[in-house]
């Protein structure tokens, strides 16, 4: 669960560097504060899977890239 978390929160901040968003930008799509996406980007446990879920959607990624990035993530944790 933890890899997961940190894959997308990796994923948060690779989607926003690609569209060359600050954290501000990103919270304003998310109807959400710049704290709350520092927040998704560290992988902090005070927000759920399902919402950094949402914004990598929001961001673009499709559902295909997001189980990717979950996939991932879950690989990672295997490995360790």
């Known amino acids: 669960m933890v890899e997961t978390r940190l894959a997308l929160a990796e994923g948060?901040?690779?989607?926003?560097?690609?569209?060359?968003?600050?954290?501000?930008?990103v919270a304003a799509r998310l109807g959400s504060s710049q704290s709350r996406v520092a927040k998704m980007e560290a992988g902090d446990p005070a927000v759920t899977i399902d919402l950094m879920m949402?914004?990598?959607?929001?961001?673009?990624?499709?559902?295909?890239?997001?189980?990717?990035?979950?996939?991932?993530?879950?690989?990672?944790?295997?490995?360790?």
């Open 54 to 80: 949402r914004a990598l959607l929001r961001l673009g990624a499709s559902r295909r890239q997001l189980a990717r990035i979950i996939s991932d993530g879950a690989a990672a944790g295997d490995r360790s």
């Open 12 to 25: 948060i901040r690779q989607w926003r560097r690609r569209m060359s968003l600050t954290q501000t930008e």
